[in-house]
């Protein structure tokens, strides 16, 4: 069964620290992948995503992902945090029909 | 300027009830979706609509009802509310139907506790 998965249920961590962030999918087939964020209050956003091409991809902020086929992953990546990225992070992949789907979600908290 | 906006931004009502939560996008786009969010923060896809046309339809009791008046709106009613369906809503769309490589613009969600 198509499923998606993310490692770190809560992150605790400092300013200027690197984070990292997992997520796996299982499924052999064509995968479009998604990284979303919802800071506190607000709603969710798109972070980055990869269809295709260079598996590194960079989106807003500061992150980027690398997409490793052979592992089924899609790790999220920050190399300083900042105390504004404190949020919930949500790896989603659709696989290759209508829907996206989300796994259970990191919390991320950075102190200051 | 909102681009997608949901009603109510909470909603609390006693079970058995049945209450509606809108969704109006001004994005022009074709297709929108409802998920649910449960207390463990999952994101769970309920339904879709692409202008108007039911196109997903996951496993929801069927107490849970989608209405799409036209493609800018798509509500969500709910009879004989559980205690079990209190959550998160959250409605979203994409510009186009397949939504395969689209990102997906989300409302505020819409936070329901039913007592």
């Known amino acids: 069964a198509q499923s998606v998965s993310q490692h770190n249920h809560h992150v605790i961590l400092s300013e200027a620290a690197s984070l990292e962030l997992g997520c796996n999918y299982s499924y052999g087939g064509t995968v479009n992948l998604f990284w979303y964020v919802q800071y506190p209050g607000q709603h969710l956003q798109l972070l980055l995503k990869y269809f295709s091409g260079d598996p590194l991809v960079k989106g807003i902020k500061g992150f980027e992902a690398e997409f490793i086929k052979s592992k089924f992953s899609f790790n999220l990546r920050k190399p300083s945090v900042q105390w504004s990225d404190t949020a919930e992070y949500f790896c989603a992949v659709n696989f290759n029909d209508y829907k996206l789907s989300f796994g259970a979600g990191t919390t991320v908290t950075v102190r200051a | 300027d909102t681009a997608v906006s949901q009603t109510p931004k909470y909603l609390v009502t006693q079970m058995g009830n049945d209450k509606s939560i809108k969704c109006e996008q001004n994005?022009?786009?074709?297709?929108m979706y409802w998920y649910k969010q449960d207390s463990k923060k999952f994101l769970k896809i309920m339904f879709s609509?692409?202008?108007?046309?039911?196109?997903i339809n996951e496993t929801v009791p069927n107490r849970f009802s989608p209405k799409s008046p036209d493609k800018a709106h798509l509500n969500l009613h709910i009879n004989s509310l559980e205690l079990g369906d209190s959550a998160v809503y959250f409605c979203?769309?994409?510009?186009?139907?397949?939504?395969?490589?689209?990102?997906?613009?989300f409302g505020p969600g819409t936070r329901l506790l039913v007592l």
């Open positions: 994005l022009g786009h074709d297709t």
């Open positions: 979203a769309s994409t510009p186009g139907l397949a939504g395969r490589q689209e990102t997906q613009y």
């Open positions: 609509y692409n202008n108007k046309e039911l196109i």
